[in-house]
């Protein structure tokens, strides 16, 4: 079954075509990862399916809705989470406030709840408080919980990015290249921890460059070149392929990996 | 001094040099060498100090406690601005470019300490645009909504608009596709072979041995390994955490 | 936090040597003094809930101090409204207020804010200036003072009541800096786009921000008005603005032990400075420099760790979700 079907999308800056005329589905449950070229489009292809960007034509279905046209909040609400290619955290803040960030959209208490601390925006606090530290164990940085995001080595900061988008309770987890930055060593770890990501029963996309790492993950890679697709499949048969070959991986992409 | 010694000096020496943010000692004790015209490349896990490493030598966190020597002269005491005019250049972490500023203007201000000779900037430029034909087709888009892989392009297109004498970066693979990888790579081999020193930090440890001459490994902020690239490519340990054997 | 409990200490140490004030100190210049520092506290809690919170950059936050003032002024002199029934119409006209000037600019991201509630300020203090009903330059006088049954306020009464608006406006601030709301707040300082990604309505975020504060002023500017009896429109100036803006910046953005010394700051060292009268201000000017070369982020900065502490015995052993038993502890060896 698919959890997302993006259908003829098109998205256009001034006279270039970042995204055209692109069609893929996201089965449930699974890893999918979206792999070409530099400005090739996948990130643009995440700002479409989260609202940064408003796609010039096409459609998103998520749940049997048309997201195109909501604004980001609505698309978290709804279960769809990200993390950004050029990590994005609340540098001044710690480790724990940025993974409560999360919970923004599952808790609802408003101005006057809050002032007041009524019950209900105890019992909230009391709750995001546990689950942001939760989070946090579960991407190994508990130890770390009250440092400053900004003091955080790169790849902590990439894993920090997980876990607040994980607070946000996505059904849907789009990772826009997780393995920047991590050595191999990291990477593996890395790799297990979509791995549980994945057991909770949450889909996650997945742009990445590293392909050892894609391989090994994905169920199914969806190729882009030039805002285009120009192939689509299992591990096996797109690394197989010509096109992609030329176009991305290079003749000697096994030795070099 | 005499001109043996000269001769036999690294371009690039660190003296047991610590480094802390606060409380915390992120770097300690490290000391290294580089010599002109090599490649030299730092290794380690995440958080073992291989970006503060780099920002101690640009001036960036002055280290609190050694020696830094760039061609036989100290520098751990000089501002940033007064390091890169003797001709140190830096690729920070994670894409640092000017957002709100073009291409070219990104590219122009690389050429700043040496503003004056328009005419080698110029050629400079032509050469950059040439290595990098995707900056070329965006020269005058936004920094800021380029690529993350066109952004890392620009950063160092950036840094090598005036050819520094050591040239720093810090993962310059990152968001990069695997055959621009290779091209990048071979660049930088290029470029020390024309006489500009690399110091880089890398986390594709596999091809990054495979060009460098000499290797670092740092481990909670100490040199636990060093040697011969080469030599290290075969080191056990090396295999095991930073190879996958 | 140890740190948390030395704030509250420092805390309950200043209430207590501000309640005694009044009663070891008969001259009346002081109980004013105390009066003045105790209005740009308040002031400094609401603006901070905009700028130091949110990061929204507020230089017009005076207007709404007098939007509180005159509206209290013209209700209680012209239509004989009592104080208290002034209030709701405070709050009522500094949120229209704050929904037509914030509305529209809050969607846009950039600074725009700036330089609209500059205009805002300067706009109603024009009004204030020129309409009939605002008494034009000389302002509104005649204000009745507070009464409990036959007994009329005190500059000493005023200083109790300010005393406890401060003690409100702290516990408010407190309470929302460690909620959903204040939270949402700190994201939308620190970017934008990432506190959208993870699903906060920014512009609605922004727009409570700066309509909390707008409340919060006018409610000060009301009690102004009846402690002062008489208001005109130079108290309502873009210096004022900017004063208030100072004490927030100079104590420490966001923080509320800061914006409290801050306010403490911008009334004390004016007057210290009395003795050097005609430089006074220059000298006032090169202090605030050197404050700021020598502590950046204000006297007394926040707390930013203070927010969550780890639940003791809690988080270990369990997972998230129905997470399995798989160990990815440690990072950053
Ligand atoms: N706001 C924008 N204005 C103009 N061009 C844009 C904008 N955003 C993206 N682009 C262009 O669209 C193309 C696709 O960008 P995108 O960020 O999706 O690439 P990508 O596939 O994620 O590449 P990378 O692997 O380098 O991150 C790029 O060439 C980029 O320069
Ligand atoms: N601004 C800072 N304040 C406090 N501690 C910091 C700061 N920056 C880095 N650190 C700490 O210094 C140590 C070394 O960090 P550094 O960024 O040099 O690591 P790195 O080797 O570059 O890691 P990565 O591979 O993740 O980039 C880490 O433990 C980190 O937590
Ligand atoms: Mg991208
Ligand atoms: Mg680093």
Request: net charge neutral; glycine share 12%; with cysteine.
């Amino acid at each position: 079954m698919n959890i997302l079907t993006v259908e003829n999308l098109t998205l256009t800056f001034g006279g270039l075509m970042a995204i055209s005329d692109l069609s893929f589905s996201v089965a449930k449950g699974q890893v999918t990862s979206l792999i070409g070229p530099n400005g090739a489009g996948k990130t643009c292809v995440f700002n479409c399916i989260t609202g940064f960007y408003r796609p010039t034509g096409g459609r998103i279905l998520f749940g049997g809705e048309n997201l195109v046209g909501r604004p980001p909040y609505q698309i978290t609400e709804r279960g769809i989470c990200r993390t950004f290619q050029n990590i994005r955290l609340f540098n001044a803040l710690t480790a724990v406030e940025n993974v409560a960030a999360g919970q923004h959209t599952r808790t609802g208490c408003g101005l006057l709840r809050c002032l007041f601390r009524t019950g209900r925006s105890r019992r909230d606090e009391r709750n995001v408080r546990e689950k942001s530290f939760r989070w946090l164990e579960f991407v190994g940085l508990t130890d770390f919980y009250d440092y400053q995001a900004r003091q955080l080595p790169y790849g902590d900061q990439r894993r920090l990015e997980i876990a607040r988008a994980l607070a946000s309770e996505p059904k849907l987890l789009l990772l826009d290249e997780p393995a920047a930055g991590m050595n191999h060593n990291e990477q593996e770890r890395l790799l297990a921890l979509i791995r549980e990501i994945v057991q909770l029963g949450i889909t996650v996309v997945m742009i990445d460059h590293n392909m050892g790492m894609v391989m090994q993950i994905s169920n199914h890679i969806v190729v882009l070149d030039y805002g285009r697709k120009i192939a689509e499949g299992p591990p096996e048969t797109v690394r197989n392929d010509e096109q992609v070959i030329n176009a991305y991986l290079g003749e000697d992409f096994d030795a070099a990996s | 001094m005499p001109i043996w010694e000269r001769i036999s000096m690294p371009l690039l020496e660190l003296d047991g040099v610590s480094v802390s943010y606060g409380k915390i000692q992120a770097v300690s004790d490290i000391s290294l060498t580089v010599e002109e015209k090599e490649i030299v490349v730092i290794l380690g896990n995440n958080g073992a100090g291989k970006t503060t490493t780099l920002r101690a030598i640009s001036g960036l966190n002055p280290p609190h406690h050694g020696r830094i020597l760039f061609d036989g002269r100290e520098i751990h005491h000089l501002p940033p601005d007064k390091i890169v005019s003797l001709g140190i250049t830096h690729v920070p972490e994670g894409r640092r470019v000017f957002r709100d500023m073009t291409v070219l203007e990104n590219l122009d201000l690389g050429g700043f300490s040496r503003r004056r000779e328009k005419s080698y900037l110029k050629s400079r430029l032509e050469m950059i645009l040439d290595l990098f034909p995707r900056l070329a087709e965006r020269k005058n888009q936004l920094a800021g909504t380029l690529s993350g892989g066109e952004q890392q392009m620009l950063a160092m297109g950036r840094a090598m608009m005036v050819e520094p004498r050591l040239l720093m970066l810090d993962e310059p693979s990152l968001g990069l596709a695997p055959l621009f990888v290779q091209l990048i790579f071979n660049i930088l081999k290029e470029t020390a072979a024309s006489g500009t020193t690399v110091l880089l930090v890398e986390q594709n440890a596999r091809l990054a041995l495979k060009m460098a001459d000499k290797g670092y490994v740092l481990e909670t902020g100490s040199v636990k390994l060093s040697g011969p690239a080469g030599e290290l490519a075969g080191h056990d340990e090396v295999v095991k955490a930073y190879l996958g054997g | 936090m140890a740190k948390g409990r030395h704030s509250l200490t420092a805390g309950s140490v200043a209430l207590i040597a501000g309640l005694l004030v009044p009663l070891l100190v008969r001259n009346p210049y002081y109980i004013e003094l105390g009066v003045q520092i105790e209005f740009y506290m308040v002031l400094a809690i609401g603006l901070n809930m905009v700028v130091g919170y949110c990061g929204l950059l507020d230089l017009g936050y005076a207007a709404f101090f007098a939007i509180g003032a005159y509206t209290t002024g013209i209700l209680m002199t012209h239509l004989h409204f009592s104080f208290w029934f002034c209030i709701p119409f405070c709050i009522l006209g500094a949120a229209l207020a704050g929904v037509i000037i914030g509305g529209p600019t809050l969607r846009l991201r950039s600074d725009y804010l700036a330089v609209v509630t500059l205009g805002f300020g300067e706009i109603v203090q024009l009004l204030a200036t020129n309409l009939k009903i605002t008494g034009g330059a000389t302002g509104i006088f005649g204000i009745h003072p507070l009464r409990l049954g036959a007994h009329a306020f005190s500059m000493t009464d005023y200083y109790y009541m300010m005393i406890i608006l401060v003690v409100l406006g702290v516990v408010g601030a407190y309470s929302l800096r460690y909620s959903r709301v204040g939270r949402a707040w700190h994201y939308i300082r620190e970017d934008e786009d990432a506190a959208m990604a993870m699903g906060v309505n920014t512009a609605l975020f922004k727009l409570y921000a700066y309509i909390t504060g707008a409340m919060w002023g006018s409610m000060v500017g009301a009690v102004y008005a009846v402690s002062m009896t008489a208001i005109a429109p130079e108290s309502f100036s873009y210096s004022q603005s900017v004063l208030i803006l100072i004490a927030v910046i100079l104590g420490g953005l966001g923080s509320i032990p800061g914006v409290l010394v801050g306010a403490v700051l911008v009334v004390v060292l004016p007057e210290l400075l009395r003795g050097v009268a005609l430089f006074r201000l220059l000298v006032f000017g090169l202090l605030m420099v050197v404050f700021m070369i020598l502590r950046p982020q204000g006297m007394w900065p926040e707390n930013i760790r203070g927010v969550f502490k780890p639940l003791v015995g809690k988080t270990a052993g369990k997972k998230p979700g129905n997470g399995s038993a798989l160990s990815l502890g440690g990072g950053g060896e």
